[in-house]
């Protein structure tokens, strides 16, 4: 009798690295990345019509999301991944699966780099990929393409042009300019890279979105890595399986077979698997069960876990950094001003050891947002806050993640606290506990006392003497304490969730509709060993 472990059941289920007599050429894998608005949509819908043969009726029957396209000189296929940029990357790589092979990064001729645009540079570095930039928009009488590669150089992206590696490409996606050289330039990139695999071996793969259709069922978008995905397999994608009943390709054709880097819809799975899942075929339905039912068991353990305890705690990464014997500390960092991010970035810069260093993988100006989250999420990394705050959509999703956010208003703590946490030691013995948020429905003028603030309370508590910040659009704008909090005419000492208060400050009259009250409470925490 052999004992094995409940863990045995996913051995195997992806093979080992390729031999290389076996490996034949694959088409790369394109992410299309770059500012709201700067024609990232526009750009693939010019590169995929470009493709369509003239003849087929209607153009492309349907779109999956992820499609291949044609380099018209060197006949090369080009596969592109069409998911918001940073989902591609990070959702993805959070579960192990390097996706993109090569990142074009848009910019808008006559807007230039915008804040989506550094923080696709930094994805692209993160995950350590190469880059083309696209500069899109050159139709535009106020286009500036030189100014563009200018400010890039800013961000440590050096085109070609001016003496660096980066491959630049002027293009015009509303007049089809261009495009060709694109293609072309991206094939080349790929012949550098020269990717090849094994096509002849059970499938694996990538979920790359998946969605419950009313007259198909379950429907995942699956880019085919490693071997060839057949009709018949047997299939399990995270906690889902099933078998292929239909592959269809991007030009709505039913296909038998997919290889290598080519985009399906699968049909065939019990339920739809999560976006950034890998799939593998198995060899029976039996092996399939055992795998998802155990991953499913996984899942609901680590949801409980993740409610009890934060994963991305300081302290937590801190022991896990010094396990794995990794030299670097990740850290996503939100500032409200450009010159207290560069002073915040020079002191953490000093920290560094040979030993240990933190690793900036994204530092930028204003509130934070679920992409910041998202890529935090994909690197285990801490999110520094310095006088702003996540929006709510980010701050649920955090939570949800078990990524710690901390918020700072001083650097000296702010680096203190990464001091400690780099060098081991205990955490800081100042701890926030929030206590409640109310939102400023009316601002009144009221004789001998100033301005009072009219609020609903949005959630937790109020409570009067407390510490509160007053934050405008995910900026904080004054810290202070509670002077006043009356419930209609009576001096209460708290006020719940729900209710309505009125509101003054020590010292502080500039309040305005709209704005949000955070209140919170400083304890002092024993240091234990």
């Known amino acids: 009798v052999k004992r094995v ?154 085109v070609e042009s001016l003496g660096g590696e980066v491959v630049d490409v002027e293009v015009s996606a509303k007049n089809k300019t261009n495009l060709d050289r694109l293609l072309e330039m991206i094939a080349l990139q790929a012949d550098i890279l020269d990717l090849k695999t094994n096509s002849d071996r059970p499938a694996e793969g990538t979920v790359i979105e998946a969605k419950l259709d009313r007259g198909r069922g379950p429907v995942a978008t699956v880019l085919v890595q490693r071997g ?91 022991s896990q950094l010094k396990t794995a014997g990794r030299k670097e500390f990740p850290l996503v960092i939100k500032a409200d001003v450009q010159g207290s991010l560069e002073a915040i970035l020079g002191s953490l810069e000093k920290l560094g050891t040979d030993e240990v260093a933190a690793r900036i993988l994204h530092a930028g100006v204003g ?25 709510k959509e980010a701050a649920a999703l955090a939570k949800r993640n078990g990524i710690e956010i901390r918020y700072y208003n001083i650097i000296y703590d702010l680096v203190d606290d990464v001091k400690k946490a780099m060098s081991g030691l205990l955490a800081p013995t100042l701890r926030e506990t929030m206590l409640g948020n109310a939102q400023i429905l009316e601002v009144f003028n009221i004789s001998k006392v100033g301005k009072v603030a009219g609020c609903r309370v949005t959630d937790g508590t109020v409570e009067r003497g407390a510490n509160v910040r007053l934050i405008r659009d995910n900026v904080v704008v004054h810290e202070g304490k509670l002077s006043t909090l009356k419930r209609f005419k009576d001096e209460v000492k708290e006020v719940q969730a729900g209710q309505e208060c009125g509101m003054a400050f020590e010292s502080y009259g500039d309040m305005r509709v709209g704005d949000v009250i955070e209140c919170y409470r400083v304890e002092t925490i024993q240091r234990s060993l």
């Not at 608005?37 to 590169?47: M, R």
């Not at 192990?96 to 780099?113: E, F, H, P, S, W």
């Not at 055992?290 to 353990?301: N, P």
């Open 5 to 158: 472990s409940d863990a045995d059941v996913e051995e195997g289920l992806f093979g080992e690295a390729d031999e290389t007599g076996d490996q034949v050429s694959r088409p790369p894998v394109v992410t299309i990345m770059g500012h709201v608005d700067h024609g990232k949509t526009s750009l693939l819908d010019a590169l995929r019509h470009a493709n369509v043969v003239s003849g087929e009726a209607g153009g492309i029957t349907q779109h999956i999301g992820a499609y291949q396209v044609t380099a018209p000189d060197s006949g090369k296929k080009i596969t592109f991944i069409d998911t918001p940029g940073h989902a591609a990357f990070t959702a993805m790589r959070a579960r192990g699966a390097k996706v993109t092979d090569i990142v074009v990064l848009v910019v808008a001729a006559d807007d230039g780099v915008m804040p989506q645009t550094i923080e696709a540079i930094n994805h692209a570095k993160a995950a350590k990929v190469p880059m083309i930039v696209a500069i899109n928009k050159i139709d535009k009488p106020d286009a500036r393409p030189d100014r563009v590669r200018t400010e890039l150089l800013q961000h440590e992206v050096q």
């Open 367 to 391: 509130g934070i947002s679920e992409s910041d989250v998202t890529l935090a999420e994909g690197f285990n990394a801490a999110i520094i806050g310095f006088s702003v705050r996540a929006n």
């Open 228 to 318: 060839t995905l057949r009709v018949g397999d047997i299939i399990v994608a995270g906690a889902e399986m099933g078998r292929v009943r239909a592959l269809i390709s991007d030009q709505g054709e039913t296909l038998q077979e997919a290889g290598p880097s080519v985009p399906v819809e699968v049909l065939g799975f019990n339920g739809p698997p999560e976006a950034g899942d890998r799939l593998a075929v198995v060899e029976n339905e039996a092996r399939a069960r055992q795998v998802t039912s155990y991953r499913a068991h996984q899942k609901r353990e680590n949801a409980a876990a993740s409610i009890s305890g934060m994963r991305g705690s300081l302290e937590q990464m801190m």
